[in-house]
């Protein structure tokens, strides 16, 4: 697999890279980097002190020619761009950017008809897992339980509450017939008022270098259930990046998630 990467000297950027570099199956086809950052033109693989002979490029054409997938992690605006691009040249794209807005997923809906595409907000296959036990418990615990989503991140994330909450906080609205936009509150200040039983509520915490934390606690009449996972490294979504890369080898078009890759749906 031909393999470029967005967002080359981010964190989950130079995680990428370097499990492609690991990889058998993989090479590092190209890197994609911010006009002005200050790695452009620098070898993409230089931090792991093992030259991969592919520049950091901000020109889509040169960081791309060589490509057959992108992977991206940066920002909604930057991945939208990429998207435009990949779908017109048909590169493969797996997305594990988080932040998008309705605009956004509708657009990548659409490149999903001219490319094949894996969008998740969590490539981990834990996450995944417990996405279903999620949709388990939340059958059993429709009634008399409260419903709350805690999530934890390093300092440096920009979106709140993380993709990964909101998509449990979907799971779990799913399986209990209700639409998550209807019963979601996503902050608490002040006189609230008692809390409102149909409501799923959120919240997130953000310090330090926590890699990403979530629990969805089901409080009840003299219990409580709590189901968490915790990642200790983003190796678990590099390597889970690529796992959805290979799933789409012989995709030509279409739009997946990590429960398609997985066969957990
Ligand atoms: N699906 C999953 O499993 C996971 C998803 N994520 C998501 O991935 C994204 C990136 O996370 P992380 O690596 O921690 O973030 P970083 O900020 O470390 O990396 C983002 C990279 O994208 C670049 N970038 C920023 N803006 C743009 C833009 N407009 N166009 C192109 N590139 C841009 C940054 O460049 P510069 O630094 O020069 O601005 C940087 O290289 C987040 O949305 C996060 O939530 C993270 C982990 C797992
Ligand atoms: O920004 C991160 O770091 C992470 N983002 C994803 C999210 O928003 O769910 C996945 C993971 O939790 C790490």
């Known amino acids: 697999m031909k393999i470029a990467v967005a967002g080359a000297s981010g964190r989950m950027g130079r995680m990428l890279v370097e499990a492609i570099q690991n990889a058998d199956d993989a090479v590092l086809a190209g890197a994609l ?9 620098t070898d993409a693989a230089a ?34 761009k990429h998207l435009e691009y990949c779908a017109a040249h048909g590169i493969k794209m797996v ?12 657009a990548i809906a659409a490149a999903g008809k001219k490319t094949a595409i894996v969008f998740a907000p969590n490539m981990s296959v834990g ?56 019963v979601a509150v996503y902050a608490r200040e002040g006189v609230t008022g ?13 310090g330090g270098d926590i890699v990403g ?28 990046s690529l796992r959805a890369a290979r799933f789409l080898r012989d995709k030509s078009s279409g739009l997946f998630d990590m429960q398609d890759v997985l066969g957990l749906r």
């Open 213 to 240: 934390d979530h629990t969805v606690l089901f409080a009840g009449i003299g219990e409580r259930i709590e189901i968490t996972h915790k990642s200790s490294s983003r190796v678990t979504y590099a390597h889970g």
């Open 95 to 106: 997305i594990g950017t988080t932040g998008f807005d309705e605009a956004g997923k509708a």
């Open 33 to 41: 980097g911010v006009p002005d950052a200050p790695e452009l033109g």
């Open 127 to 182: 996450v995944n897992v417990t996405m279903k036990l999620l949709e388990l418990a939340a059958k059993s615990f429709s009634h008399g339980y409260d419903i709350e989503i805690i999530e934890a991140h390093h300092r440096h994330k920009v979106d709140a509450p993380s993709g990964t909450a909101l998509m449990m906080g979907e799971v779990i609205a799913n399986a209990q017939g209700r639409k998550l936009d209807d």
């Open 194 to 206: 008692e809390r409102d039983p149909s409501s799923i509520g959120f919240a997130a915490i953000r």
């Open 47 to 80: 931090f792991l002190g093992q030259p991969a002979n592919v520049l950091i490029e901000s020109d889509l054409a040169k960081g791309l020619a060589g490509a057959d997938y992108l992977i991206d992690f940066t920002r909604p605006e930057g991945t939208l």
